[in-house]
């Protein structure tokens, strides 16, 4: 049993393209977490949100408690957005972090 | 500021050696963590800390000891590390209160057993 689904596990985009990774969850949740990890491996937190929306640059997340959903958006996509996209929830409690599998984005130039 | 970093990035162990890996992070941080992250799976929380002098076990403690003995450091302990233990480990550490929850991550440790 997984706490959190992502989908689509991989994707392949054209330089440009709008991009939409879905995270779905099952828990009930405090806060969701995106985090996006480079193939040399670093980890870095981009979103923390608990309701309704978040933009930075190009990246939008958005988050609707009610369906336990959740979405990562990127427009314009570059090759160096090339990543694995991961979501995390942080369960009601506070103290128990539930992770996704990651989708693994690649943008073709 | 460093950040969040983790000593030694790499190693190879026989099975039944044992070893530390540490992790350090200059934030002033009360939560600190260790995941480990294999092919096909999710971060798993392995320990994690609420504050100096205390820890409590994550979803998959087996095999592995913790202690956080100073705020800023946060020690992970393999007593005999066994093949199934061959993973990437992350560290990671976040804020009490407003911001808790928002995580930053370490450069992470490639350990292989064999």
């Known amino acids: 049993k997984n706490e959190v689904e992502q989908s689509p596990q991989n994707l392949t985009a054209q330089e440009g393209e709008f991009i939409t990774i879905n995270c779905s969850y099952s828990?009930?949740?405090?806060?969701l977490h995106w985090l996006q990890q480079h193939p040399g491996g670093g980890i870095v937190s981009l979103f923390m949100?608990?309701?309704g929306k978040k933009k930075h640059g190009r990246l939008i997340a958005t988050i609707n408690i009610q369906e336990k959903h959740s979405s990562l958006h990127i427009t314009a996509s570059h090759p160096r957005d090339s990543a694995v996209y991961i979501c995390?929830?942080?369960?009601?409690?506070?103290?128990?972090?539930?992770f996704g599998t990651g989708t693994s984005l690649t943008v073709i130039p | 500021n460093a950040g969040v970093t983790q000593t030694p990035k790499f190693r190879v162990l026989k099975t039944g050696q044992s070893m530390t890996l540490l992790c350090a992070q200059d934030?002033?941080?009360?939560?600190m963590y260790w995941y480990r992250q294999d092919p096909g799976m999710g971060l798993r929380l392995i320990h994690y800390?609420?504050?100096?002098?205390?820890?409590a076990k994550g979803e998959v403690p087996d095999g592995y000891n913790v202690s956080r003995l100073k705020k800023q450091n946060f020690l992970l302990g393999l007593e005999s590390a066994a093949p199934s233990q061959t993973s990437v480990y992350f560290c990671?550490?976040?804020?009490?209160?407003?911001?808790?929850?928002?995580?930053?991550f370490g450069p992470g440790t490639r350990l292989t057993v064999t």
């Open positions: 800390s609420v504050g100096e002098g205390t820890t």
């Open positions: 990671a550490s976040s804020y009490l209160g407003e911001r808790f929850g928002e995580q930053y």
């Open positions: 828990v009930g949740i405090s806060a």
């Open positions: 934030m002033n941080h009360e939560y």
């Open positions: 995390a929830v942080i369960a009601g409690t506070g103290n128990q972090f539930y």
């Open positions: 949100l608990s309701s």
